[in-house]
């Protein structure tokens, strides 16, 4: 049975971008822990603080798939846990379009904002996790992921759109230049 107040929650929950972010949350953390357990059970001779931050690493790139590939799929699984009642939320594959154009200097929405916060943490995460990963690695590899999940996204019922592209590969180069900046910084 449905409350006034229980629309407010639907809608925040459902059709926010902060609700997205609860709604992947949990199976995010679920990832990092499983990482743990997996890869660092035994780990000796890596340093905490490397493991923490490529479990944190883990718990980012789960959150980054759920929300651009999985979230319709989270929202059926939420939906249906939550009310114990049919989604309506169809899921359809392949029918996603193309946006080649780049447009996100005529109006930045706050779905372009989004996208740029996206990826801001992808540099401080991906050189934490790996030391050993240079600041041109870092972009190469953070690059591919976002070409890697603007190719995959008309195949979950979403759409390739250059801008997202560009903003980005935009927030994960500042990022990544700012840490080193910060970095060296810090070691002078």
Known sequence: ??????????????????????????ISLLAGFLAWLFRFRKGKGVPMAQKVFSCLF???????????????????????LLYRAPSGIEISFFSGGFSLVPSFADSFTQEQ??????????GPLYLLSWPQATGKKT???????VLLIEVLQPIFGRMFDS????????????????FLGIKRAVRR
């Open 139 to 145: 972009m190469l590899v953070g690059f591919g992921i």
């Open 58 to 80: 883990v718990c980012y790139l789960t959150g980054l798939i759920c929300l651009v590939a999985g979230l319709r799929f989270v929202q059926v699984f939420w939906y249906t």
């Open 113 to 122: 904002i989004g996208n740029f916060l996206m990826f801001l943490p992808f």
């Open 163 to 178: 801008n997202d592209v560009i903003l980005n590969t935009v927030s994960m180069v500042v990022s990544t230049a700012a």
């Open 1 to 26: 049975m449905f409350f006034p107040q229980d629309m407010t929650f639907q809608y925040f929950f459902f059709d926010t971008y902060v609700g997205y972010f609860f709604q992947v949350l949990p």
